[in-house]
Nanobody
Framework: QVQLVESGGGLVQPGGSLRLSCAAS????????MRWYRQAPGKEREWVAL????????NYADSVKGRFTISRDNAKNTVYLQMNSLKLDATAVYYC????????WGQGTQVTVSS
């Protein structure tokens, strides 16, 4: 069965960095575009970043462009989100997503930006 397992979240000060990972299994990862989303307290889930199956194309929400980098390692079936210059409003649960015959989500990893 399809599984997505996020890790790497935690508490970080404003201006700090974190690297999230999402380990995928149960589908042909190397053929699938992958996405990161996040959901802040009291807000709807929002799209953060996209990477195509080969990694050749990436796209970002305007709110994170220039500070976040999505990447993937198809040999490890893993997608990453490098987050730099974190702001307070980055506090959220971060989810990876695979849009296959339906949308699959991981359980999420909490990122808290606080001084």
């Amino acid at each position: 069965q399809v599984q997505l397992v996020e890790s790497g979240g935690g508490l970080v000060q404003p201006g700090g960095s974190l690297r999230l990972s999402c380990a995928a299994s149960g589908f042909t990862f190397s053929s699938s575009a992958m996405r990161w989303y996040r959901q802040a307290p009291g807000k709807e889930r929002e799209w953060v970043a996209l990477i195509t199956s080969t990694g050749a194309v990436t796209n970002y929400a305007d709110s994170v462009k220039g500070r976040f980098t999505i990447s993937r390692d198809n040999a490890k079936n893993t997608v990453y989100l490098q987050m730099n210059s974190l702001k307070l409003d980055a506090t959220a649960v971060y989810y990876c997503n695979a849009l296959l015959w339906k949308a699959y989500w991981g359980q999420g990893t909490q990122v808290t930006v606080s001084s």
